[in-house]
Antibody, heavy 121, light 111 residues
Framework: QLQLQESGPGLVKPSETLSLTCTVS??????????WAWIRQPPGTGLEWIGS???????YYAPSLESRVTISVDTSKNQFSLILNSVTAADTAVYHC?????????????WGQGTLVTVSS | QSALTQPASVSGSPGQSITFSCTGT?????????VSWYQHYPGKAPKLMIF???KRPSGVSNRFSGSKSGNTASLTISGLQAEDEADYYC???????????FGGGTKLTVL
């Protein structure tokens, strides 16, 4: 049974950097069939895909966030991470990590429960 | 690129069938058979209910079905049950530039 768990600070100051890690258990992040994604949900609004990474390190990002986002992977720890620079209140959201069934797929078949990150001074 | 358009809320009585719509454009929903649907209980992890327009993952009830016509995808729940009350999101591949788009979500109320 695959499990994904997000971790990181719940409070970030405006203009600073948001950093989250997703730990994958019950399966290998190096499985060739899957990509690994970050998705967020601001309060009262819908889901927003942030970006995805393959175990080799290949990435692709949402155009609206690409200038501020970096996703990286550590296969030795079975983890992947999100860095979002220069945050504002608009980045306040529940951040989920998820497994994506292939590049360009809209299918995310396993998700973490999510972690709330609040941007506030 | 804008998010996919979903009605904010729908409601139905137990036993009824209900259909959710998800409207995109010819650049996303209309161009690819890569639409998926998610059931989300607040505070929980979203669950994949339909992928590639009409396919059900193992373990998902056959009361859930998906379809697409032009730029609009649909999710139908038949034999509505109280446990179906949740938020439902559609998602589509949107090409090499926009990549992946979600809808704003529809809140289902079972009366």
């Amino acid at each position: 049974q695959l499990q994904l768990q997000e971790s990181g600070p719940g409070l970030v100051k405006p203009s600073e950097t948001l950093s989250l890690t997703c730990t994958v258990s019950g399966g290998s992040i190096s499985t060739g069939s899957y990509w690994w994604a970050w998705i967020r949900q601001p309060p009262g609004t819908g889901l927003e895909w942030i970006g995805s990474i393959f175990y080799s390190g290949s990435t692709y990002y949402a155009p609206s966030l690409e200038s501020r986002v970096t996703i990286s992977v550590d296969t030795s720890k079975n983890q992947f991470s999100l860095i979002l620079n220069s945050v504002t209140a608009a980045d306040t959201a529940v951040y989920h990590c998820a497994r994506q069934v292939g590049y360009g797929s809209s299918s995310f078949d396993d998700w973490g429960q999510g972690t709330l990150v609040t941007v506030s001074s | 690129q804008s998010a996919l358009t979903q009605p904010a809320s729908v409601s139905g009585s137990p036993g009824q069938s209900i259909t959710f719509s998800c409207t995109g454009t010819s650049s996303d929903v209309g161009s690819y058979n890569l639409v998926s649907w998610y059931q989300h209980y607040p505070g929980k992890a979203p669950k994949l209910m339909i992928f590639e327009v009409s396919k059900r993952p193992s373990g998902v009830s056959n009361r859930f079905s998906g379809s697409k016509s032009g730029n609009t995808a649909s999710l139908t729940i038949s034999g509505l049950q109280a446990e179906d009350e949740a938020d439902y999101y559609c998602c589509s591949y949107a090409g090499a530039y926009s990549n992946v788009l979600f809808g704003g979500g529809t809140k289902l109320t079972v009366l």
